[in-house]
């Protein structure tokens, strides 16, 4: 063999022991690995914002949230979306507006370029819907301003177009939150205004071109008149559902979802609900939050407050998630395939944890499915009632490593039997751990269970298609229905081939819907990434 071959294949295995020695000491204690995830600027921004109008925004806190921001800001005088991207106008805002609070001089020249951009991109008259509602909270908007979004829409049952199921959950959270703070229309006064973000050209509501967003538009017009006079007995029973339903999707760790967006605005409606800030429910959620936070002094670049360049100042930056369950999974799967062996303390320590991050009960996705037994996992440490089938997946096959060498077929179990086509006789997988084997088996059932119809498989909830809510006048930061996509229908398919079911009805309805979604091109498209795969 050339030596050339030899010294290759050497590096090779020393830079895979190098990465699998690094990833090992990365793991806590606990048995779970989390990397960061990190977003815009819009988290920190709004955080910022909430602690204002919650009255609890400390100096300290500002300037190392003001640090990150101004990081972040693009020799443009702009903020994007995701690295790389174009300069966005809400988030540009938003940022803009967080430095002022700051106090960053609106004449300072890195403001002065921000605030150029946004005025040439419309001024804060185009911002999207969320930055408006931002705005009206501290008077800077006007509420008659910001679309439809009552309460009373929590009423509506499961069956009838635009009741909140109809949402992906992590909008459904966001909209019944955001619609008990609009009920109350409040105001926090401020020391400045932003009229310097403004264009020359009158407001006016976005033109809807399908018939259908037409509709919905003329809707908007006839719930904004009611949101003025609202039936007292009607809109009293529907603040009171939604506080209910807010209160009920607390999780462990303070926050709603895990995520950022329902997390700031249950707070806000739970307090202007009358929720002190002593309550424990708004405890939790506060300190939760400064549990999502990450204390930094490796800033690429710190500017003061003054525009002056100076050394990376302390920072500090909001996830506007976390991401344990997902990274423990991929760790395990990676180390495994590096040649860990599945008795390792590490790779121990790490199923015992996922084991234990289990869902049990029933969450959202009950409503689709009323007659499904709970299994699975979240994304997160603490999301009980969105479990999802992505990480449910990977969760398996990181599992099935534990297994160790096939020691000859065994009986698949009750919970498997019950699926079509997997009745006849035995199928050739690893026996495991008695724990294991009937966690595989409640996630089998339950990613069977949350299968669509047409084959696909959606992140959180089945059925979830009703495209009608992309047309709301309200909704205009994304995509706000949770469809099947292939990335979750791959890994779907991909759990039930390495139980040695890929012969079963729903791997094949799987695999047929993935080859119809196909792209001309070859690829298909990443719902939950960036590029196409």
């Given at each position: 063999?050339?030596?050339s071959i030899?010294?290759?294949?050497?590096?090779a295995q020393?830079?895979?022991?190098?990465?699998?020695?690094?990833?090992?000491?990365?793991?806590?204690?606990a048995?779970?690995?989390?990397g960061?995830?990190q977003?815009n600027?819009?988290?920190?921004?709004e955080?910022?914002?909430?602690?204002e109008?919650?009255?609890?925004?400390?100096l300290?806190?500002?300037?190392?949230?003001?640090?990150?921001?101004?990081s972040q800001?693009?020799?443009?005088?702009?903020?994007?979306?995701f690295?790389?991207g174009?300069g966005e106008?809400s988030?540009?805002?938003e940022a803009?507006?967080?430095?002022?609070?700051?106090g960053?001089?609106?004449d300072s020249?890195?403001m002065?370029?921000?605030?150029s951009f946004?005025?040439?991109s419309?001024?804060?008259?185009?911002?999207?819907v969320?930055?408006?509602?931002?705005?009206a909270?501290f008077?800077?908007?006007?509420w008659d301003r910001?679309?439809?979004?009552?309460?009373?829409a929590?009423?509506?049952?499961?069956?009838?177009?635009?009741?909140?199921?109809?949402f992906?959950?992590w909008a459904r959270?966001?909209?019944?939150?955001l619609?008990?703070?609009?009920?109350?229309?409040?105001r926090r006064?401020l020391?400045?205004?932003l009229?310097?973000?403004?264009?020359?050209?009158?407001w006016?509501?976005?033109?809807?071109?399908?018939?259908?967003?037409?509709?919905l538009a003329r809707l908007d017009?006839?719930?904004?008149?009611?949101e003025r006079?609202?039936?007292r007995?009607?809109?009293?029973?529907?603040?009171a559902?939604?506080e209910?339903?807010?209160?009920?999707?607390?999780?462990g760790?303070?926050s709603?979802?895990?995520?950022?967006?329902?997390?700031?605005y249950?707070l806000?409606?739970l307090h202007l609900?009358?929720?002190p800030?002593e309550?424990?429910?708004m405890r939790?959620?506060?300190?939760g939050?400064?549990?999502?936070?990450?204390?930094?002094?490796d800033?690429?670049?710190?500017?003061?407050?003054?525009?002056?360049e100076?050394?990376p100042?302390a920072?500090?930056?909001?996830?506007?998630c976390?991401?344990?369950?997902w990274?423990?999974?991929?760790?395990m799967v990676?180390?495994?395939d590096?040649?860990?062996p599945s008795e390792?303390?590490?790779m121990?320590?790490a199923?015992?944890?996922l084991l234990?991050e289990?869902?049990?009960?029933?969450?959202?996705?009950s409503?689709?499915r009323?007659r499904?037994d709970?299994g699975?996992w979240?994304?997160?440490f603490a999301?009980?009632n969105y479990?999802?089938v992505?990480?449910?997946?990977?969760v398996v096959?990181a599992?099935?490593?534990?297994?160790?060498p096939v020691?000859?077929?065994v009986e698949?179990?009750?919970?498997?039997q019950?699926?079509?086509?997997?009745?006849?006789g035995?199928?050739?997988?690893p026996?495991v751990?008695?724990?294991?084997?009937?966690?595989i088996?409640?996630?089998l059932?339950?990613?069977?269970g949350?299968?669509?119809?047409?084959g696909?498989?959606?992140a959180f909830d089945a059925?979830n298609?009703?495209s009608?809510?992309?047309?709301?006048p309200?909704?205009?930061?994304?995509?706000v229905?949770?469809e099947p996509s292939?990335d979750?229908?791959?890994?779907?398919?991909e759990?039930?081939?390495?139980?040695?079911?890929?012969?079963a009805?729903?791997?094949r309805r799987?695999?047929a819907?993935?080859?119809d979604q196909?792209?001309?091109?070859?690829?298909?498209f990443g719902?939950?990434?960036?590029?196409?795969?």
């Amino acid at each position: 063999m050339a030596s050339s071959i030899v010294e290759a294949r050497n590096e090779a295995q020393i830079a895979l022991e190098r990465a699998r020695e690094h990833l090992l000491s990365l793991q806590d204690e606990a048995g779970w690995w989390q990397g960061e995830l990190q977003t815009n600027v819009t988290m920190d921004a709004e955080d910022m914002l909430l602690r204002e109008f919650l009255g609890i925004r400390r100096l300290d806190q500002t300037e190392r949230s003001a640090a990150w921001i101004r990081s972040q800001q693009r020799a443009d005088g702009t903020w994007a979306n995701f690295h790389g991207g174009p300069g966005e106008l809400s988030t540009t805002i938003e940022a803009y507006w967080a430095l002022r609070l700051a106090g960053d001089p609106a004449d300072s020249e890195h403001m002065r370029a921000a605030a150029s951009f946004i005025r040439e991109s419309g001024g804060v008259e185009h911002a999207r819907v969320f930055t408006h509602v931002w705005m009206a909270l501290f008077g800077l908007w006007s509420w008659d301003r910001v679309p439809a979004l009552p309460p009373e829409a929590l009423l509506l049952p499961a069956w009838m177009p635009l009741n909140v199921y109809d949402f992906a959950c992590w909008a459904r959270q966001t909209i019944v939150a955001l619609s008990l703070v609009k009920a109350h229309r409040p105001r926090r006064e401020l020391p400045f205004t932003l009229d310097e973000l403004h264009s020359s050209e009158l407001w006016s509501r976005a033109e809807r071109v399908s018939r259908r967003g037409a509709w919905l538009a003329r809707l908007d017009r006839v719930l904004r008149a009611y949101e003025r006079r609202p039936l007292r007995v009607v809109r009293r029973f529907a603040l009171a559902r939604a506080e209910r339903w807010i209160l009920r999707r607390q999780e462990g760790d303070g926050s709603w979802g895990g995520i950022q967006p329902p997390w700031v605005y249950s707070l806000m409606a739970l307090h202007l609900c009358g929720y002190p800030l002593e309550h424990p429910v708004m405890r939790r959620g506060l300190e939760g939050l400064d549990r999502f936070m990450v204390e930094d002094r490796d800033d690429a670049r710190g500017a003061a407050a003054d525009g002056s360049e100076s050394h990376p100042p302390a920072s500090r930056r909001l996830e506007a998630c976390q991401s344990p369950v997902w990274d423990t999974a991929l760790a395990m799967v990676a180390l495994s395939d590096a040649g860990l062996p599945s008795e390792h303390p590490a790779m121990t320590r790490a199923a015992e944890w996922l084991l234990g991050e289990e869902v049990t009960t029933r969450g959202d996705w009950s409503v689709a499915r009323p007659r499904l037994d709970p299994g699975g996992w979240a994304f997160e440490f603490a999301n009980v009632n969105y479990p999802d089938v992505d990480d449910t997946a990977e969760v398996v096959l990181a599992l099935l490593r534990m297994t160790g060498p096939v020691a000859g077929e065994v009986e698949i179990d009750a919970a498997v039997q019950t699926m079509g086509g997997a009745r006849n006789g035995k199928v050739s997988r690893p026996a495991v751990g008695q724990r294991i084997e009937g966690a595989i088996a409640r996630a089998l059932r339950w990613v069977e269970g949350m299968q669509s119809s047409g084959g696909g498989w959606g992140a959180f909830d089945a059925e979830n298609t009703r495209s009608l809510v992309r047309e709301l006048p309200f909704l205009d930061f994304g995509e706000v229905i949770d469809e099947p996509s292939a990335d979750v229908t791959a890994h779907a398919v991909e759990m039930f081939a390495a139980l040695g079911l890929a012969g079963a009805p729903a791997a094949r309805r799987g695999i047929a819907w993935l080859i119809d979604q196909q792209d001309p091109g070859g690829s298909w498209f990443g719902r939950w990434g960036v590029n196409p795969i």
